[in-house]
């Protein structure tokens, strides 16, 4: 049993504070007393040594609880190992919890110094064992005082279990006071704040350790690399189907082109751009590979059926003509943008949407926090306070395949575990790279593909692409033209 780090390209399960918290008291249930806590304060110390092998001095701020616990287990070790080591202690001893206690005992008589005050002594690295999992409100007194003292250091820091002040479900501080680890490592079960929303940034890097336990059924799931689809020589372009952009009003048409660009390059056979502009120009010149169609949507109902369509990629408010005729007949259908932006605000098309999944239709819907807070008729903070949870109320209420994008995208389907995405970075932070996902994912959605595996693999390779940018030096945000040709590259 050791740390080992959590890589985007494995499928790893996410379990959530109570499922963790069952899992745990199961295995206390049938250990002898202490070895949970010494295996968890074994795994702590070999990780700071592998992260910080030359560190000479190191801090261990230890909590009231467990988690404290964990902390004086690692402190023996790493005093043992030949580090210049202290303990710091914030709680009362006398209110420890068994295991705990009985850590701070045999830390004490290896001769670990342990102190309560936060003093400026160095610290070539902190070990972070104020708060885990049963933390339910935001830090405060001498937990935030020991958080805002470790900050102020500068230095690396190790996180166990779950950086102190953030909430392990919903990936969203606490409080004020929260901890900006360095590396993290979840003990037992990966925990699901670990992986979106604020909690991509705090955590820092994420390593696990399941201290010799099977934790059980998972809450949700890391999305996995996707498996290659290799291509058989007798296929041919009508092998894998058609997409339809529907977008682009005046002034916008970069949007709905990007998408078809895009869809072009996931391996669509044919790509049609739709523009909701009357006056646009049904070519790309630079991309002559893409054909126009003017008021495509218009179409008889069977070759609207016939077509992946994506709808809403710079629609403006006139997409809101097309969307009766599409949610009525499309079969695989990708709503983006102002298309969500429109159902949010008509309930004939929220009914028309809601109905689809009656008719064997599917549908993907493509949200950032404020257009899923619309059709939520809630606040985009409220959507960003549990991400998960506004991703399975959207999949829920519109029978979808929910893509919530952001920090950690979600995607949400009914009757599926969750899915938060592994890869992305800022670098996506530019306009046009919510276009390209769309488009991308739609020429990803062939005939005979089932709407939630492409989600997850198109979301997947989206982030990919921009990693690799990432570890190629780039700073500055890519261009969604660019990270169309960074996706085809990397596919």
């Known amino acids: 049993m050791s740390p080992v780090p959590v890589t985007p390209e494995r499928g790893w399960q996410l379990h959530t504070s109570a499922a963790s918290r069952a899992a745990e008291a199961a295995t206390l249930a049938v250990t002898p007393p202490h070895a949970l806590m010494q295996r968890a304060g074994l795994g702590v110390a070999r990780l700071a040594l592998a992260l910080a092998p030359h560190a000479r001095t190191i801090a261990v701020l230890a909590g009231p609880g467990n988690n404290g616990g964990d902390g004086l287990v690692a402190a023996r ?55 885990g999992l049963g933390t339910t409100r935001a830090p405060e007194g001498r ?65 696990l350790d399941t201290l010799g336990v099977e934790a059980g059924a998972e809450s949700a799931r890391l999305a996995p690399a996707p498996e290659p689809r290799p291509r058989a020589h007798v296929q041919h372009k009508g092998s894998f189907g058609d997409v339809v952009v529907v977008g682009g009003a005046p002034g916008m048409g970069g949007a709905a082109w990007l998408a078809a660009r895009a869809a072009l390059a996931a391996g669509a056979g044919r790509v049609y751009c739709s523009p909701l502009d009357p006056a646009a120009a049904l070519l790309d010149p630079a991309h002559p590979e893409l054909m126009g169609r003017g008021t495509w949507w218009r179409s008889p109902p069977a070759e609207l059926a016939a ?4 709808c809403g990629c710079g629609g403006g408010g006139a997409v809101r003509a097309a969307l009766p005729p599409l949610l009525a007949h499309a079969v695989r259908l990708l709503l983006d943008a102002d298309a969500l932006n429109a159902v949010a605000s008509d309930p004939s098309l929220q009914r028309l949407l809601a ?61 599926a575990k969750p899915s938060l995405n592994p ?13 390209v996902l769309a488009g991308w994912m739609a020429g990803s959605w062939m005939p005979g593909r089932e709407a939630h ?12 692409a921009a990693d690799l940018a990432l570890t190629r030096g780039a700073t500055h945000p890519l261009l969604a033209s660019a990270l169309i040709d960074a996706l085809h590259a990397a596919a």
């Open 453 to 464: 595996p492409v989600a997850v693999d198109a979301v997947w390779q989206h982030g990919h």
């Open 307 to 310: 077509a992946t369509v994506v």
């Open 77 to 131: 070790h790493l005093h043992a190992a030949g580090k210049a080591l202290r303990v710091v202690l914030l709680g009362d001893e006398q209110r420890l919890p068994a295991d705990a206690a009985d850590a701070l005992q045999a830390a004490r008589a290896a001769g670990v110094p342990i102190t309560d005050r936060l003093d400026e002594a160095p610290a070539d690295l902190v070990v972070d064992a104020l708060l």
């Open 143 to 207: 937990i935030a005082e020991a958080i805002a003292w470790a900050t102020a250091r500068g230095s690396p820091v190790l996180a166990v279990d779950l950086p102190t002040g953030l909430h392990p479900d919903t990936g969203q501080p606490l409080g004020a006071a929260c901890v900006r680890a360095t590396a993290t490592l979840s003990l037992l079960t990966l925990k699901p704040g670990l992986f979106t929303g604020a909690g991509r940034d705090l955590a820092g890097s994420v390593w």
């Open 423 to 435: 890869t992305g970075n800022a670098l996506l932070a530019s306009a046009g790279t919510g276009d």
């Open 355 to 415: 109905g689809r999944a009656g008719r064997g239709q599917q549908t993907i819907l493509t949200p950032h926090p404020l257009e899923a807070a619309r059709l939520l008729g809630t606040g985009a903070a409220e959507v960003q306070s549990d991400r998960i949870a506004a991703a399975e109320r959207l999949a829920a209420r519109f029978a979808a395949v929910v893509v919530l994008k952001g920090s950690g995208s979600i995607v949400a389907a009914p009757g």
